[in-house]
Every structure is written in structure tokens, then in C-alpha cells.
């Protein structure tokens, strides 16, 4: 099998959960969250964008996983056309700066929300949110390039959620998470083919291919649970566990 077969298979793997987190974001719409759901809904987001990267570990002494980030970046320039790559700077610059982006776009939401300023207690992670993260640290600590490789395509969802808050409508929050979610999702569209088109190039055997599938699969049933925290459970955790056992790992 050639890289685009491997890319092809790796992608059918995560697609059925991608549909899975649009399909909450459609239950979410349809039960006419409260101001309280959205408040729970924003708070985590928030913190999410906050905390953007894979395999985060604690953040002692850092305000958050983004202000982690740009402190090594700082430390890159050290390098700069020695050790370090201008175009590797260039693109951990442009990717965190992103993030803070998406950051400052949904705190926006949240304060109107709101009626006030954030402050630092506002940001929020849940429990499902901390498994995920535990579960691509592992991954991506395990000493395996291929399971490091395949944690790039368990980020954003391809970018399901963004795009269906996108199309939001019908008052003055909804326009603005809808305008928000489209800056998100313009970013993030095209995400999820780079990071399959990395991992692909990662894949050296058979053997290889199955484990990071297996891995991807397990990342990408978690995401769909922490999704459906986010937004109150439309999803269950017994309807989560079908729609896994209907998608195995092939």
C-alpha cells in the first residue's frame, strides 16, 4: 500500500467519530441550550484553546499550556539558523498564534455571555477533557514515532464541531459564536489532511499502520465523550460505546 492508502485508511478510522461530534453539536442546537449550557459549553472551550497542544503535561509555572508554548518558542530563537530552522520557527509561531486567536475570539463569546470580564478561575477543564489529554500524553510519550505521528490527526475533530457552530443562527449569541466558530474553522479545515498526510509518511509496515489505527480509534471515541460533556451529554456514554463497538478497527 503507497502513503495515500495509508493516509485513506487512517482517516476512515477517525471519520465515523468526526460525524459523531457533529452530531451532538446538532442535539446541543436542537434542545435549546439554556444560558447555563452555554456558559458550561464556553468554559471549557475557553480553557481548550487555552491549552491547545498534544500531549500537554503540567504546566507548573506557567499560566497556561499556550503561555508553555510561546516560552519555548522564545527559547528557539537561541538556535535560529544554527540548531533551529527558520521555517520551523515560522511555523510554531504561526500555529500558536492561531490558537491565541481562537482563544481571544470565543473569551469574547464567554464575556458577553456572561455580562462581565473573564478572569483567570472562568477557563475550565472537565474530567472527559482530562482523559483525552491522558490518553494522547501516553501516546505521545510512549517512544514510538508512529503512535506521535497518529496523535496529529486525533486534534479538532476534523474540525466538525467548528463547522457546524459555524452555520449557527437566530440571535445575538449565536451570531457571535457563529462568526467566532467560522474564524476557528477557516483555520482548522484543512488541518486534519496535513496531520494524515504526516502520519501516513510514518507508516513503515503493516504492523505499524495497525497500531496507530488502534491508537487513533481509542483517541477518537474519547474525543466524541468529551464533546458530549461539553455540551451537557446530548450523546450518551452507553450510545458512544455502540457507536464505537459499530466501528472497530479493521
Known sequence: M??????????????PFWDAEAEVAHRFFAKKPSREDWIRYLRAAVYKELNP???YGPTTG?????HMEFAKIVD??????ASVDRRELYHHLHVMTEEFNHYLVLAEVLEFVLGRKLTRDDPEQLPEDKKLNAMRRAHVESGDPC???VMGLTEGGGSSTFREMAKLSGGPLEDRLA?????????EKDHYGEAA?????????????ARMKKALHEVSVQR????SEMLGWPMSEAEIDRLAACHPVR
Open 62 to 66: 506557567f499560566a497556561c499550556g499556550l
Open 2 to 15: 503507497d502513503r495515500s492508502g495509508y493516509k485513506a485508511e487512517l482517516i476512515a478510522v477517525a471519520r
Open 76 to 81: 528557539m530563537f537561541k538556535g535560529l539558523d
Open 197 to 209: 498526510t504526516a502520519a501516513a509518511t510514518a507508516v513503515g509496515s503493516p504492523a505499524d499502520l
Open 179 to 187: 462568526q467566532a466558530m467560522q474564524v476557528i474553522y477557516v483555520d
Open 53 to 55: 497542544a498534544i500531549g
Open 147 to 149: 503512535l506521535r505521528a
Open 224 to 227: 466524541v465523550r468529551m464533546r
